[in-house]
């Protein structure tokens, strides 16, 4: 199965929760949870991931499906919410895989 994780990181995503979190700050953290659980998981082999921000294809695809689950959790750490918000052209990327 291929998981494809993508984050806006639009600046609007800076806002900040009551209790001091960023909209930013919950995605990445929602993210991480999901690999601490399918770590767990034993029917998880041949499983891919992708992670996409907002910037401009092709610097969007942060960590592709040959990327290892740590370059991709290392990769979603350094994602900032500065890019405009444009994911319109997100849906024209292709994927190869």
Same mark, same amino acid.
């Given at each position: @199965?291929?998981?494809?994780?993508?984050? #806006? $990181? =639009?600046?609007? @995503?800076?806002? /900040?929760?009551?209790?001091? &979190?960023?909209? %930013? #700050?919950?995605? +990445? =953290?929602?993210?991480?949870?999901?690999?601490?659980?399918?770590?767990?998981?034993?029917?998880?082999?041949?499983?891919?991931?992708? !992670?996409? *921000?907002?910037? *401009?294809?092709?610097?969007?695809?942060?960590?592709? /499906?040959? *990327?290892?689950?740590?370059? %991709? !959790? &290392?990769? %979603? +750490? $350094?994602?900032?919410? $500065? *890019?405009?918000?444009?994911?319109?052209? !997100?849906? $024209?990327?292709? %994927?190869?895989?």
């Amino acid at each position: @199965m291929i998981y494809v994780f993508v984050v #806006d $990181t =639009s600046a609007s @995503m800076n806002q /900040v929760f009551s209790h001091g &979190l960023s909209y %930013l #700050d919950c995605a +990445k =953290s929602g993210i991480e949870h999901f690999f601490q659980w399918e770590q767990r998981r034993s029917d998880r082999k041949g499983n891919k991931y992708v !992670l996409i *921000d907002y910037s *401009d294809p092709p610097g969007c695809i942060k960590a592709g /499906v040959h *990327d290892s689950i740590p370059q %991709l !959790l &290392l990769q %979603l +750490k $350094t994602l900032n919410a $500065t *890019d405009i918000s444009n994911p319109g052209k !997100l849906f $024209t990327l292709h %994927l190869i895989i």
